[in-house]
C-alpha cells in the first residue's frame, strides 16, 4: 500500500501503527519534546544537535538529528513493548532514480526487499541525496513504496522504504543523509 511522503520512523505490528515520529499532523498520544544544545561558551557552531522524544502506549522512540555542514547524522532509539517492524522512509518529490549500493556495486531499487546498501536518491534534474547506514539491525531490508497523496508533496510517486524487524526491547537505526554531486 501507499505510505507517508515525509522523512520518519513508523513502529508497526501487523497493520497496526504504535508510533509515528513524522504523522504530518498531531495525535492525541503524541507527547513530542524538542531540545537544541548550543556549543559550550558559545563561539562558532560546527553543528546543530536536536532530540526529539515521542512516546506512545506500544513504543518511545528518541530521535537525534545533528545538522553539520555536509551531512545530517539521524539516529532513531527504539524501546518497544512488543514485537514489531521498524520502517523508515525516504521520499524523492517528484520523478527520481533510487540506486542501492552493496560491495561496491550500485543497482536500481525496485519494489522487492533486499538487503541494505548504501542508497542514493537522484532527482529528474541531477539533484539528490545519498544515504549511508552505519547502524541497522541484521535482517534489514530496503524496498520502493508508492507515496500516498499529501498536499504539500503532490508530486512524490516513490519512497524508499527501510523495514527493519525488531524484538522487544532497544534498537538503534543511524545513518547519515548527505547531497548528491550531480
Do not use: C, K, N
Not at 520518519?8 to 537544541?36: D, N
Not at 520523478?95 to 560491495?103: M, P
Amino acid at each position: 500500500g501507499a505510505t507517508a511522503t515525509a522523512f520518519g520512523l513508523r513502529v508497526v505490528r501487523g497493520a497496526s501503527v504504535g508510533l509515528e515520529t513524522q504523522p504530518g499532523r498531531a495525535h492525541p498520544l503524541q507527547r513530542v519534546r524538542l531540545a537544541v544544545t548550543a556549543p559550550p561558551g558559545g563561539g562558532v557552531r560546527r553543528s546543530v544537535r536536536t532530540v526529539a522524544v515521542v512516546d506512545r502506549p506500544a513504543a518511545r522512540a528518541v530521535v537525534t538529528h545533528v545538522f553539520a555542514p555536509d551531512r545530517v547524522r539521524v539516529t532513531y532509539r527504539l524501546l518497544r513493548r512488543w514485537r514489531a517492524a521498524a520502517q523508515v522512509r525516504f521520499p524523492a518529490y517528484g520523478d527520481a532514480t533510487f540506486l542501492v549500493t552493496r560491495g561496491g556495486v550500485e543497482e536500481a531499487l525496485g519494489t522487492t526487499p533486499v538487503p541494505v546498501g548504501d542508497l542514493r536518491v537522484v532527482l529528474a534534474d541531477g539533484r539528490g541525496y545519498r544515504v549511508q547506514f552505519s547502524r541497522v539491525s541484521s535482517g534489514a531490508t530496503l524496498r520502493l513504496v508508492a507515496a500516498g497523496a499529501a498536499a504539500s508533496a503532490p508530486r512524490t510517486r516513490l519512497t524508499a522504504f527501510l523495514e527493519v524487524p525488531v524484538l522487544r526491547g532497544a534498537t538503534t537505526i543511524s545513518y547519515d543523509l548527505l547531497p548528491s554531486a550531480r
